[in-house]
């Protein structure tokens, strides 16, 4: 199974589209389960927003310890 959204904002950039993308997961969840977190096996997910933003050199480094951008 594969679900795919696209959509296009004049004028907007990655900012503008997190938070489009936050309230259209947040509805659905909300639509699904009367709710915003939901249980997943024993964890708990919360779909509320704001999302935590992380750059992907920042998730490199806190999951591998490497610093790709200190790599010469």
Same mark, same amino acid.
């Given at each position: ?7 296009y904002q004049a004028y907007a950039d990655y900012n503008d589209m997190i938070e489009?993308?936050? #309230? ?10 009367? $709710?915003?977190?939901i249980k997943f096996g024993d964890k708990e ?8 933003? #992380? ?10 310890? $490497? ?6």
């Open positions: 199974e594969f679900t795919s959204l696209e959509l489009v993308t936050e #309230k259209v997961i947040g509805s659905i969840c909300q639509a699904l389960h009367n $709710a915003e977190v997910i919360n779909f509320s927003s704001p999302w935590e933003r #992380k750059s992907m050199a920042d998730l490199v480094k806190q999951y591998t310890g $490497a610093d790709f951008l200190q790599i010469k």
